[in-house]
Every structure is written in structure tokens, then in C-alpha cells.
């Protein structure tokens, strides 16, 4: 398992920050996506739980979102980074992204629940809670910045959007300190 939340650790890491070389992103979304979906699905063919394959399907739309707003980007005539369209388009893809993690997160839960470790459980729960609760303040934030084309709502978007992904890699490392620790306890 510490394995496969490595991948998603940097799968996250990749939709997070972006390296671009002038008009080319090194690493794209899609990419990012690729990964998670990966280690959503590895996850799922050793546990088998429902709502790790309802994670794995929305990451895999979120690949397929994500690597069409690329090329729509790249092979456009015109700038639509700020394009409504495109701003569409990321509300579309955040909210996708919010079933990911939601379904992923939901399917550890139910791991440390059948394991009996109920307040472990429980700790995921509300950890997304309180994602779920940041992710659908930042979508309003956007779509507000959008209708009105307020920067300074862009900006805060932008923030909020960081909060969100850095407090997933933080969930994402820990269990990966908990299962290594497991391993190690199985192992002796």
C-alpha cells in the first residue's frame, strides 16, 4: 500500500504544480491524473473496495478533461487561458476531482473500520469533511471570479486551490507512514 500512495502522492503533486518552459507544461494535469488513477486502481485490485473503483473512474475522466484542455490550449489561435470556456472547464474539472478524493478517501475509511480502527476512521472522515467543505468554498470563489472577473477572487481561488492539494499530499504522506509502520509490524 505505501507504494501505491507514493504514486498518488506525486500524482498529486504533478496536477499541483506545474513546470512550463514557455508555451510547453513539462508536466501537464493529465499526467498527474495518469498517476492517481494508477495508484487508485493498484489500490483497489488489492482491497477491492467499491469506492476505490469509483475513484479510479473519475480520475480516469479527469485524465481525459484534463489532456482535452491541454490540447485545447496548445493548438488554439487564440489565448483561453481566461476564456470562459476554459474557466468552465476548471470548475468542471475540480469538481471531478472532489469525487476523486471523496471515494478515495471514503474507501480508507471503510479500511480502517473493518479493521476496527475506529478512530483512525474517523479522523478520515472528518478530514473530508473539511476537504469537501474547502474544495466546494474554492469552486464558488471561482465561479464568482469568473461571472464577475474579479482578480482578486482569482487570487483567492488560487490559494484555497494550494490549501486543498498540500492538505491531500499531508493525508496522502501520513498514511503512507501508517501502513509502512504496519508493514514493519507485520514483517517482525
Known sequence: MADYLNKLFWGVFFITFHINIGPLTILPNFV????ISSAIKDVYNQ???ESFK????????A????FLWELAIAFS???????LII????????LIEVFVFYNFFQAISEYFYLKEDISMAEKYIVNTRIYIL??????????????????????????LSMIIRISIMIM????KKIFIDKEKDVNN
Not at 32 to 35: A, T
Not at 54 to 61: D, L, P
Not at 87 to 94: C, E, F, N, R, V
Open 63 to 66: 485524465i481525459i478533461i484534463s
Open 172 to 175: 496522502i504522506s501520513g498514511l
Open 134 to 159: 474547502i474544495s466546494i468554498v474554492s469552486i464558488i470563489v471561482l465561479s464568482f471570479s469568473t461571472i464577475f472577473n474579479f482578480n482578486l477572487l482569482s487570487l483567492i481561488f488560487y490559494i
Open 54 to 61: 469509483k475513484s479510479c473512474s473519475f480520475a480516469r475522466i
Open 47 to 49: 482491497y477491492g473496495y
Open 87 to 94: 474557466q468552465i472547464w476548471t470548475i468542471a474539472l475540480m
Open 32 to 35: 498527474g491524473f495518469m498517476l
Open 77 to 83: 489561435p487564440v489565448k483561453l487561458e481566461d476564456s
